[in-house]
């Protein structure tokens, strides 16, 4: 007669062999992860639930550095033999939990107007008030048809850039624990000129004396903006001449006319 012992799972049997951990890792759901996997000993597969079972832990978040010895606590899959069966022991695998990435293709970003009006040098921000969840950048990440709602300062955070003078404005969205990646949404800081005009951080310089062209003439108008650290002279894209709003243009007539051209 002879004894049959249990056999050990251990990673380091050759007769083992476990497929299906993916090299490449899972991406962040906000679940817990744990991989399919098949175990088989010489070729022969292992049945779950009567040879083993598989449970992990570690397995929601993308892993960070444990506080005090710097050693990353990874996400684990736990292989472990059921008391009964042929089989003892336990095999520990850790496998990778990815960020999500943060793009123009998973986030849409609301609650961001298209202009905003210049404040006489202070930075313009979007209205924030932390007793009403619909104020404020809303962040959503968007992925097979599902939405969640991301939180600031918790899975990202936002940075304002050239956000004080007259034009082009930045959001920078930076993912942070679970999201990685970047995504910039812009915005125009807009003058309005008469009040621009009024304050001094507008100047007007115009042909004073226009050629009599038979049909309505209008002088050049040339905008400079002075809110940034070099004079901007303003383009079309920043102000528009409105024609029905000119009077008496037609006709030869001095500025200091009853009935100036305007």
């Not at 960070?64 to 606590?73: K, R, S, T």
């Not at 009964?84 to 496998?95: D, M, V, W």
């Not at 300062?153 to 004080?164: A, G, K, S």
């Not at 062209?213 to 002279?233: C, Q, R």
Request: a negative charge.
């Amino acid at each position: 007669t002879f004894k049959i012992v249990h056999r050990v799972l251990s990673q380091e049997d050759p007769d083992i062999t476990i497929e299906g951990l993916d090299p490449d890792g899972y991406e962040y759901t906000g679940e817990e992860i744990t991989p399919e996997l098949t175990i088989q000993c010489k070729g022969v597969a292992l049945v779950e639930g009567r040879d083993y079972t598989i449970t992990a832990e570690n397995n929601i978040e993308v892993p960070e550095l444990e506080v005090g010895d710097g050693v990353p606590v990874l996400p684990t899959v736990i292989i472990a033999a059921i008391d009964g069966s042929n089989y003892k022991g336990e095999i520990r695998l850790p496998f990778t939990i990815k960020p999500r990435q943060i793009n123009e293709n998973t986030i849409r970003v609301d609650n961001v107007e298209e202009e905003y009006d210049y404040d006489n040098g202070n930075p313009i921000v979007v209205p924030d008030d932390p007793d009403n969840p619909d104020d404020g950048v809303i962040v959503t990440y968007i992925k097979d048809g599902k939405e969640e709602r991301l939180i600031k300062d918790q899975d990202y955070t936002l940075e304002y850039i050239d956000n004080v003078q007259i034009g082009e404005a930045t959001i920078k969205i930076t993912g942070i624990n679970n999201y990685e990646g970047t995504l910039d949404k812009t915005f125009r800081i807009m003058a309005n000129l008469e009040d621009g005009l009024r304050d001094g951080y507008i100047t007007l310089d115009y042909e004073e004396e226009v050629g009599y062209g038979i049909i309505a003439v209008y002088p050049e108008l040339i905008f400079t903006d002075l809110t940034a650290e070099e004079p901007k002279i303003l383009g079309e894209e920043d102000f528009e001449l409105v024609p029905e709003k000119c009077q008496n243009n037609i006709h030869v007539a001095n500025k200091d006319s009853e009935n100036p051209p305007t």
